[in-house]
């Protein structure tokens, strides 16, 4: 069976720290990778996509994931963090053939201090 | 252009009754997905419609889920009788047919009790 797994439950950063939230995923074929993003009181909204080729892909405020795919992961990173990063984060699969449904795994809260 | 909708936000129902969640899709857009996230747990898949066409109900619990998109507009999700396991975040999401990005409403929080 497809599975996501987000290897915390909540992170806390003070501002300027570095990130990486981990993800982990199970899917035997050709899959699209995610990360999502939910602000307090706002929509999900989308941050990254990989779909092919650099398996380094650029998302919106600066965040960065890396496809490795022999260990099956596609972490979430970004060099330094801001307050504003406060939200919780989820990482997503879908397969090529699974008409666009998502799979996500747990979230990851991540709380900046200021 | 106006994202997608969903009423009401927050439903405070007790077991045994009818709740029905509703959900307006960017306009335009086909496929329209149901997730549900119960406290604690990841966002979990329940259908997808794609016009009025139920492609995939794979993830839908129990038939006490009912989910309609009557000419492939807004959909609803009913759920009766209501239990209380069925409390959670229910989310609906759309994405226009040929792209890839699914664009999530706010949710509607249901509370069981």
């Known amino acids: 069976a497809q599975s996501v797994s987000q290897h915390n439950h909540h992170v806390i950063l003070s501002e300027a720290a570095s990130l990486e939230l981990g993800c982990n995923y199970s899917y035997g074929g050709t899959v699209n990778l995610f990360w999502y993003v939910q602000y307090p009181g706002q929509h999900l909204q989308l941050l990254l996509k990989y779909f092919s080729g650099d398996p380094l892909v650029k998302g919106i405020k600066g965040f960065e994931a890396e496809f490795i795919k022999s260990k099956f992961s596609f972490n979430l990173r970004k060099p330094s963090v801001q307050w504003s990063d406060t939200a919780e984060y989820f990482c997503?699969?879908?397969?090529?053939?699974?008409?666009?449904?998502?799979?996500f795994g747990q979230g990851t809260e991540l709380s900046v201090k200021p | 252009e106006a994202g997608v909708t969903q009423f009401p936000s927050h439903s405070v129902i007790e077991k045994g009754q009818t709740v029905t969640l509703r959900c307006d899709p960017i306009?335009?857009?086909?496929?329209l997905y149901w997730y549900r996230r119960v406290m604690g747990k990841e966002i979990k898949f329940l259908l997808h419609f794609v016009k009025e066409s139920k492609q995939d109900e794979s993830g839908m619990p129990n038939n006490r889920f009912l989910a309609e998109r009557t000419g492939g507009t807004y959909s609803t999700l009913k759920v009766q009788p209501a239990e209380l396991e069925d409390s959670g975040v229910y989310f609906c999401?759309?994405?226009?047919?040929?792209?890839?990005?699914?664009?999530f409403g706010p949710g509607t929080r249901l509370t069981v009790t």
């Open positions: 999401a759309s994405r226009g047919d040929g792209g890839y990005e699914q664009y």
């Open positions: 997503a699969v879908r397969g090529n053939n699974q008409g666009g449904k998502l799979i």
């Open positions: 306009s335009g857009h086909d496929n």
